[in-house]
């Protein structure tokens, strides 16, 4: 009988499927980490595993909203999570985090002065910088011929089709704000009513709204300019040399990602432990090395090889860092943001 | 049973598949590009294959996502199916209702139903792990198991089961000789869809996870920030390859098995 | 409650706590206010509500119909034939025929879909092809457009349009359509007055398999669209996400969910009617 046969071939595959994936499990004290996907060195992860003799557990989220969202809503169960700067402040108002016991890490010195008491977090009481970058110009030489210094230069019409955006209501709003010489974190409703008019004479350039994949997408050589992270653009050169990067002469949005424990941390301690190795020098040099983002460790400087030294996307100048921004807080007026990026993507009023 | 199918049909069949498969193909192809952004092609290599069976994370995902999808999958096939026979014999009012809650977890945004399950969850203090996202799963697979039985049913009239009755046999079976013969095929493609929805499932699975229970998608979807990695092709092409095979060896060994006695295969 | 009906009882128990109840969380939040940092607080109004009939909103929810409805005619299109080429075939051929179809869907859907970036985009693959064979001499810009949602839905859904159809059709009376054919009906006349109707519940299943995960549907229109159109649930998803707004978003999934099954029912009645008539005429 020809029915028989599939029931048995179903649970044939199914049972194989379940065995082939093995079941672990040990009885170790345990470090739950809470961050994006590969933002750490395996072997400086394994390193402390092994000198505190403990089992890190590591989950991903994807972006700072389901983050939140999730962290709110008290789920859980997470020693240390990762926020990005708005997010601290958010988590921070909303009365999510915990403090930091500085004691625990005393290689909080080693980090740079310009990354310390940020306008997110004075003083650090709930967060430490772990990573940090600037939304700048990326664009392909081969097919912009001009000379690139200023958002404004996203608008050319020559480039129709061909401009990547990031997929982010406040990156956007705020780069047009800031073309206009604003504040990138407006609160005046009428300033940004004028920064979204201004966007959508951009639309026809368009080609997409993209945070995930806009490396691929400059990369291949879909999209000719656009605004990318800074991080990211160090990933395009090295894969595209024709791709060049800048910090617009009207400045643009500085970001961090951050080291931050939430309330109701089982294991606080250990979490400053693991911050206070992982800003260990040598550590840090591994780890950075690895995944390719900016070190805001001074003193892993002269661990870093000559090639993550000069590479002038990770590691930005003074002056480019003096041109940018934080995204504030902008409260209720998020709701504002919120609708006319709906508008702007739908392309309906 | 001789196939009387239009040569057209047959064409449009095998387009339709190749349609299906050329993406299939190209995943195959990109796990063995040594560039590691998926870009263009810049060389073979097994550095993928090797590299995915030592990295830690994406083996303990794997064994989540499987052991999440094979309960799911058991439990809600065995509920959608009793409630689908079931559906039959209550009154039309009772029968709208009913359908009414069973749509319910198919339409229902799969945000609302991840949110509100992971303020059900933590309310109780019920810990987040894989007990969390097998629950959550069940409750919507339960509702493709039940339409697609649902679909087998309408279309079935009661003669057998009368003509069984009538005969003297009794209600056990009447089910397992007469009903459950005749919705099987309705039973293995609701268990298909609901295998394929639990692996499939992000959004939900994301908020009612917690730690050490991370599924392969929310492993992806974490993924995408930094590019998603060719060994995550590499373990779709050896999902692949290792689903045809024991198909084919399932097959190989019942039809053996039919050569012998036609029935023994399987108990029932 | 009847004997004959117990076997619901364990389904109903499992909805009632882990669907019925965090439903009624949500209807409760979509009847409140929210403070300026996101968080629910009680403060029972319309708001939510009032603002869905803003004219954005109700366009896009439009967008979002039309889209589905679409997906779902070239789903029917593209998977009935199949269907019914394997519930024809020898039994060998049945299962390699639902395996085949499922296993691709195994892997994961992000994978799936950017499979299709790799195909598409300027510099891919198929761009390449029509380029060598001469066809083109620029590259097609097929990828961040309509043309291109449309595509990664319908790709995506194709399974659940074919399962059901197949389990109605394999059930089909076959004998009804060598009568057919003996008492001189062709193929076509046969196929429109036994099979189609005879196989409607899994057209209906089918079709509202596909309508439904469609309207639910929102990366397929941020990988392959560009992000450039947005669908009702990327609005609902982004509300309570980036915009915090937990009331707003919980008023739009009432709407959807309600909405939704009124389509369905109307549309089963609408497939119940035409079957009523068919038989009739016969």
Sequence with gaps: MKKMKWAGLVLAVTMGLAVLSGCGGSSKETLNIYSWADNFDADVLAAFEKE????????????????????KAGGGGYDLIQPSDYMVATMIKQDLLSPLNKDNIPNFANIDEAFKNPSFDPDNKYSIVYTSGVTGIAYNKKYVKEEIDSWEDLWNPAYKGKVLLLDDNREVIGMALKKAGKSNSSTDEAEITAAVEDLKTLLPNVLAFDTDNIKQKMIQEEGWIGTVWSGDASFIAKDNPDVAYIVPKEGGTIWSDNYAIPKGAKN?????????????????????????????????????????????????????????????????????????WTELKSGRE | MKSKSHPLLGIHSLLVMIFIYVPIAIIIVYSFNSSRLAADWSGFTFEWYTSLFSNRHVMEALSNTLTVGVVSTLVSTLLGTMAALSMRKVSRRM????????????????????????????????????????????????????????????????????????????????????????????????????????????????????????????????????????????????????SITLIFLAQFVLNRGKGQKKQSVLPF | ?????????????WLSLFLVVPMLIVIGISFMGRDELGNVVFDFNLDAYATFFDPLYLGIYWDTIVLSVLTTILCLLLSYPLAYYIANAGPKMQTWGLALITIPFWINFLIRTYAWVLLLRTQGVVNNLLIDLGFIQEPLQMLYTKGAVLLGMV???????????????????????EAASDLGATGWKAFWHITLPQTRSGIMTGAVLVYVSTTGMFVVTDILGGAKSAMISNIIQSQFLGARNWPFGSALSVIFVITSLILIGLFNKAMTARHLKVKGGR
């Excluded at chain 1, 400053?272 to 040099?285: G, Q």
């Excluded at chain 2, 792990?129 to 039940?146: D, E, M, N, P, Q």
């Excluded at chain 2, 087998?152 to 009755?165: H, K, N």
Aim: aromatic residues 10%; negative net charge.
């Design chain 1, 52 to 71: 505190y003799n403990v089992k890190i557990n590591y989950d991903v989220f994807a972006n700072n909203e389901d983050l939140l969202a999730k962290i």
């Design chain 1, 268 to 340: 606080q301690e250990l979490a400053e432990k693991f911050i206070n190795f992982m800003l260990e020098p040598e550590n840090s040099a591994k780890n950075y090395e690895s995944i390719g983002y900016s070190d805001p460790n001074t003193k892993a400087h002269e661990f870093h090889s000559e090639e993550y030294n000069n590479d002038k996307m990770i590691n930005l100048s003074p002056e480019e860092l003096s041109r940018t921004e934080w995204l504030g807080d902008v409260g209720d007026k998020l709701q504002i943001y919120d609708r006319f």
């Design chain 2, 95 to 242: 029968k709208a209702g009913m359908g009414g809650l069973l749509y319910l977890p198919i339409i229902i945004p799969d945000i609302i139903m991840g949110l509100s399950l992971l303020v059900l969850f933590t309310q109780f203090h019920i810990p987040l792990g894989k007990l969390t996202i097998i629950i959550a799963h069940i409750t919507f697979c339960i509702s493709y198991v039940f339409v697609i039985i649902t679909t087998r049913l309408s279309g079935m009239g009661g003669q057998l089961e009368e003509a069984a009755q009538d005969l003297g046999a009794n209600g056990w079976q009447i089910f397992r000789h007469v009903t459950l013969p005749q919705i099987m095929p309705g039973i293995i493609s609701g268990a298909l869809i609901a295998f394929t929805m639990s692996l499939d499932d992000f959004m939900v699975s994301f908020f009612v996870s917690g730690p050490n229970s991370t599924t392969l998608p929310i492993y992806i979807y974490g993924q995408v920030k930094r590019g998603i990695s060719p060994e995550i092709n590499a373990l779709c092409t050896i999902l692949i390859l290792v």
């Design chain 3, 1 to 13: 409650m009847k004997k004959s009906s117990l076997g619901l009882m364990p389904v109903l128990l």
């Design chain 3, 155 to 177: 790709y995506t859904f194709i399974p659940f349009m074919v399962l059901p159809i197949y389990v109605a059709l394999e059930q089909m009376d076959k004998k009804l359509l």
